[in-house]
C-alpha cells in the first residue's frame, strides 16, 4: 500500500504551515485494523437510527420553540397551514431562498425596488406588509413590536 498522497495544484508557500499540521495529523493517527466494521448512530445509541433525531439534527435548534402544533391541529385548509408552515421555516420562494441554490438573480424586491426579496422582508418587514400587519392587530387592540425574523412572531 503507498502512502503517496498527489496533489493537482503544487501548495503555495502560505500553505504549507497548514498542510505540514495536516499531514501531521494524518499520519500520526493509527488505525485499527482488527475486528468488525460496524455503524454506529450517536444521537441515541441505546435506540439506534431513528429520522425523528435526524431531522431534528437537520432542522437545528432554533426550530424547537415555534408552535408548530398551533399550524397543523387549525381547522383550516391544509394549503394555508402548508404556506404559513413554510414561511415559518423559511423556505418560502423568495430571491433570497434562490440565491442560496445558486440561482443568480439580483437580489431585490419588486414591490418596494429597494431592499432585498426575503421571507423576513415580504412578510414583515415591507412597507405594505407592515401596514397590513398594523391594521389587523389594531382593530383588535394589540400593540405590537415587530419582531426581526418570522420564527419571532
Known sequence: MSSY???????????LE????????IYGSSI???????????????KGFMVNDYYRILVGPTIYGFPWRSIWKQKIPSRVAFFVW?????????IDNL?????RILDWCYMCKS??????HLFLHHLVAMDLWSMVLGLFGVTWVMPHTVLGC
Not at 498522497?5 to 500553505?15: A, P
Not at 460496524?38 to 441515541?44: E, F, G, L, Q, Y
Not at 413554510?86 to 423568495?94: C, Q, S
Not at 440565491?99 to 440561482?103: A, D, E, G, L, S
Open 32 to 46: 485499527r485494523g482488527f475486528g468488525e466494521d460496524k455503524m454506529c448512530w450517536i444521537p441515541s445509541k441505546d
Open 99 to 103: 440565491q442560496k441554490r445558486k440561482v
Open 5 to 15: 498522497v498527489r496533489f493537482f495544484r503544487g501548495v503555495h508557500v502560505r500553505e
Open 86 to 94: 413554510t414561511v415559518a421555516l423559511g423556505k418560502f420562494l423568495t
Open 115 to 120: 431592499n432585498g426579496e426575503s421571507v423576513d
Open 18 to 25: 497548514a498542510m505540514s499540521s495536516f499531514m501531521e495529523t
